[in-house]
Every structure is written in structure tokens, then in C-alpha cells.
């Protein structure tokens, strides 16, 4: 099969929706559009194999929701009823002030000018909001700026995950959890939370601008010390740190006890960029995961990653089972991926997945789902077949480490059965580190079919849902909101 697939996204300099296309090239994918006013954009998107095998996953997505037209995507976001998944994680930028100058961020207050830094009530408002919806969205971030800049940050925790219930992430540099034991343990106390640490190497070159390699040494212990917990966010840019994926891991992974995972994010280009810059620094998923194979000489190869979507069967499996609505994971399989590490008998890291045929997984569940809902009467025992199923058809279960194999059938038996028991997923976290990657879209690679199926969404103080890369991809849509509810700010 050839690849040529028809889509939509925007010039990149007068941002008007245009056709694109998806082609393949010399084992590679593009995209292609052509602007009447600005001419022709080719842009990389993936290699060839990764795109087919998300193509495959693709069909799964669409077989539980599917696509529509959306024929102003995306300048309708504010008022749009279309769109294809719900909220799963929440975002609400608190501040705009931070602790750092990063020569690359431009919207902090000091450099723009402008303070956006919604009152307390507003902010309680967006949080409302987001588990007012239906489903109920499960996740929080809030994020800046840096959040712990404000002084009413820890009330806002507070209200967020005592009063709501939400599972809660702060997006942060880490100074200041670095700086006071005494402020890490009162967030600790206003959460739970999850520190989304932004950290883009462990080296002076790699980290260039934030530099909290010099100080993680005293975040995890802080983190330690008062129960907070971590995932390292690195922006992955070509020619700058790449050369970091793996030891980043092999830190987080000799740090399990407090960092839960690793979100590498490949570079979104802001503003406009030359095509030479851009093929110099694009950095695509399918970089990623060939650059981590070569570099873990093969410990966490290509085929270990799986797609967002693959879990929508067990999302359908727990609607069929508790009778309530879920959020579902349906973002596209090009925007994400995702794999968990555990220790084999060495103590070294190997990729859970390498032991899970994740298709035969798919498979299993949804002859389940198809069963239960056909006939709900011995649901005990059809749950039990599938847990047995699911350990005997799709696991390579004697290769499992001996360490892991007893809490690897006793966790999945606990999903099986009690799939919205937060705690049984809680547990398993706690055995494994999640390693993920979400390649945020720019104005070059923008694809509406992706857009249409985000779940990341950022909450306005107006209480509009918008897609993560409308808001952040040189649409209008962020600039227009912090204008709107800004403030002239001087720097003391
Ligand atoms: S991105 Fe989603 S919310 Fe925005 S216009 Fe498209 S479908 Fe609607
Ligand atoms: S934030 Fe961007 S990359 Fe992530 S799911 Fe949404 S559209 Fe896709």
C-alpha cells in the first residue's frame, strides 16, 4: 500500500486552513500542502514502518470513534461541539511569571510585559469546569510560568485534589522544590501531586538555559524526603541533546523510587523557521525510538512502544463492567506513544511490552467486550477467562522476570476486574517506570485529523476547552486569551 492520504492544516505564514497530504518517500512520511498565496510546505513526519504500524491503530481509534468533517478546524475550538475525545488532562496556566529567563520563552512577564495570573476564584471556576464535564476529565495541570511562583499556589492545590478529586501534576523548573524542603513539604501535604519537571539533559551543553541538572541531586531528595513524586519532561531537539534519551532513562530509572516516568517531547517550532533550520532540528517519534534502540544497544527497541489508542478496549471493558462512562485515551496514534520499563532478575531495565504481544492483548479484550456485551450474566467468569486468556495467549510469561511475573498476573487480574480502581493502577506505576512520548504539532506539521482526536486540553478563565496545539501553535488562540485577561507588569 502506497501512502497518500488527503488531510488538512495551515500555512504557516498567513495561517489560513489549506489542503495537505500525507506521502511517502524514500522510506519516509511527509507532509505536503501548498498555500495559494505562500507556495508549497514539505515537512517530515515519521518513517515509513512507524506510520503503518500506526495506521493499524488508527483503524482501532476510528472503530471506536470516528472521524468526522470539522470544516473550520481549528479556528472554531471556543465554540465548537465536534470535537472527537473528551478532556483527560485538564491545563491551567496560573502564572506567567517565573524564576528563570529562558531565552526561547517569551511569554514569561518579565520579557512580554504582561502579567496573566487569574485570581484565585477563577482558577477554582477552571477547575470546576473541568470535573463538570461528561465524563468527568480525571487529570489537572497546572502550569505557567513556573505555578510556584504564586503565594496562593498551595490552596489551589489543595481545592484541586481534596474538593475535586483530581489526580494533580505542576508543571515546574524545580527551584523552588530545590531551594525550600519546607515548600516541597507543603505541596506535598496540599496534594498528592506529580512534579512535571521539565529537564532536557544531564549535561552543561544539553541543558543549556535551565540548568536544573545542577540541582536534581537536590530535588529528588527533597522529593524523597516529603513523598512528592516526578516525571522528567525532556524537549528533544536534533543537533542539541538527543544524545540524551537513553541516559536520561537509565537516571530516571536508577531513581524509581521517586521519578515515576519520562515524557520525552520531540522540539514544536514556534513562530516561523527557515526549512534549513527545520531539517536541522525536526526530531520526529520515529527518530526517537530508532535513536533510543541504537543508543540502549536494543533494550528498548521500536516495536516496544505502543500507540495511545491501544488501550481503548479496556476503557470499553471497564464501561461494560461498572456501567460508567469513561474518558477515554483516543488520542491519535501519531501524537503519542508509550512504554513501561521494569527490572529483570539483574536489577537492569528491559520494557515490560517485550513480553506482552500487545496485538493478541487487543484482540483478546475485545472478543471479551463482545461477549459481556452480548451476555452479561457470568461476568465473574468471563473476566476470570480473559485474565487467563490474556496471561497464556498474550504474555510470554515464564520469560517475565522472576521478580515481576506473581505482581505482573496479580496486577493485570486487579485491572481486569476492578478497572477503575485507581489503586490497582497506582501500584503498578509504582512497580514500573512509564517512558512516553507526545510530539506537540507547530504551524509546519499541523494536522486537523490529529487536532480533532487531542485530549490535552488548556481551560480558559471564559471556561472554553482548547485543543494543547491549537492553544500553543501560533493560532492566536493564547495570545488573544492572556491579552485579554493581562495586566501591565513591571519587574521589581
Ligand atoms: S480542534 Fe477540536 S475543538 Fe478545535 S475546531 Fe477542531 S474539532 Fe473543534
Ligand atoms: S497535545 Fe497535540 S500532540 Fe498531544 S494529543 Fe493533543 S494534538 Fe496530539
Given at each position: 500500500m502506497t501512502i497518500r492520504i488527503k488531510t488538512k492544516s495551515v500555512c504557516p505564514i498567513c495561517k489560513k486552513q489549506i489542503p495537505a497530504e500525507l506521502f511517502e518517500k524514500d522510506g519516509r512520511v511527509y507532509m505536503k500542502k501548498i498555500c495559494p498565496t505562500h507556495g508549497e510546505f514539505i515537512e517530515r513526519i515519521s518513517d515509513l514502518e512507524n506510520f503503518k504500524r500506526n495506521l493499524k491503530y488508527l483503524q482501532l481509534l476510528y472503530k471506536y470513534i470516528p472521524t468526522i468533517d470539522v470544516p473550520q478546524c481549528p479556528f472554531k475550538c471556543e465554540q465548537c461541539n465536534l470535537h472527537r475525545s473528551p478532556t483527560v488532562l485538564g491545563i491551567i496556566d496560573v502564572t506567567n511569571r517565573c524564576n528563570l529567563r529562558c531565552s526561547y520563552c517569551f511569554a514569561n512577564a518579565a520579557v512580554s510585559g504582561r502579567l496573566y495570573e487569574p485570581d484565585i476564584d477563577t482558577i477554582k471556576k477552571q477547575i470546576d469546569y473541568l470535573v463538570n464535564q461528561n465524563p468527568p476529565a480525571p487529570a489537572v495541570m497546572f502550569s505557567g510560568g513556573e505555578p510556584t511562583m504564586r503565594g496562593d499556589f498551595l490552596e489551589i492545590v489543595r481545592y484541586a485534589v481534596h474538593e475535586k478529586g483530581l489526580y494533580t501534576l505542576v508543571a515546574t523548573n524545580g527551584y523552588k522544590i530545590a531551594s525550600s524542603l519546607e515548600y516541597a513539604k507543603k505541596l506535598a501535604e496540599a496534594g498528592p501531586v506529580v512534579l512535571y519537571l521539565s529537564f532536557d539533559g544531564l549535561t552543561d551543553e544539553t541543558n543549556r538555559e535551565k540548568k536544573n541538572h545542577l540541582i536534581i541531586d537536590k530535588i529528588l531528595e527533597n522529593a524523597r524526603k516529603t513523598g512528592l513524586s516526578i516525571v522528567l519532561v525532556p524537549t528533544i531537539i536534533k543537533g542539541v541533546n538527543e544524545n540524551q534519551i537513553w541516559p536520561i532513562i537509565k537516571f530516571a530509572f536508577e531513581n524509581m523510587d521517586v521519578v515515576r516516568g519520562v515524557n520525552f517531547q520531540p522540539v514544536s517550532f514556534c513562530g516561523r523557521m527557515s526549512k534549513e533550520k527545520r531539517e536541522k532540528q525536526r526530531f520526529t517519534i520515529s527518530d526517537l525510538k530508532h535513536t533510543l534502540s541504537q543508543q540502549s544497544d536494543g533494550v528498548?527497541?521500536?516495536?516496544h512502544w505502543f500507540p495511545v489508542p491501544s488501550v481503548l478496549p479496556l476503557i470499553e471493558l471497564y464501561e461494560e463492567i461498572t456501567g460508567n462512562r469513561a474518558v477515554t485515551f483516543s488520542t491519535h496514534p501519531l501524537c503519542g506513544e508509550a512504554t513501561y520499563l521494569i527490572k529483570d532478575d539483574k536489577g537492569n531495565p528491559v520494557p515490560l511490552t517485550a513480553f506482552i504481544d500487545i496485538d493478541k492483548f487487543i484482540e483478546l479484550i475485545e472478543k471479551y467486550n463482545k461477549e459481556i456485551k452480548k451476555d452479561n450474566s457470568f461476568k465473574e467468569m468471563k473476566l476470570l477467562a480473559l485474565t487467563k486468556d490474556l496471561l497464556q495467549q498474550a504474555t510470554k510469561i515464564h520469560d517475565l522476570p522472576l521478580n515481576f511475573r506473581y505482581k505482573f498476573a496479580k496486577l493485570l487480574k486487579n485491572i481486569i476486574f476492578n478497572p477503575g480502581n485507581l489503586k490497582a493502577l497506582s501500584d503498578f506505576h509504582f512497580e514500573t517506570l512509564f517512558i512516553g512520548t507526545m510530539h506537540f504539532q507547530d504551524l509546519y506539521n499541523l494536522d486537523v485529523e490529529r487536532l480533532k482526536y487531542c485530549v490535552i486540553h488548556y481551560i480558559t478563565p471564559d471556561l472554553k476547552r482548547i485543543p494543547f496545539c491549537a492553544y500553543n501553535g501560533d493560532l492566536g488562540y493564547r495570545e488573544k486569551i492572556e491579552k485579554h485577561h493581562s495586566e501591565p507588569f513591571y519587574d521589581k
Open positions: 528498548i527497541k521500536p516495536q
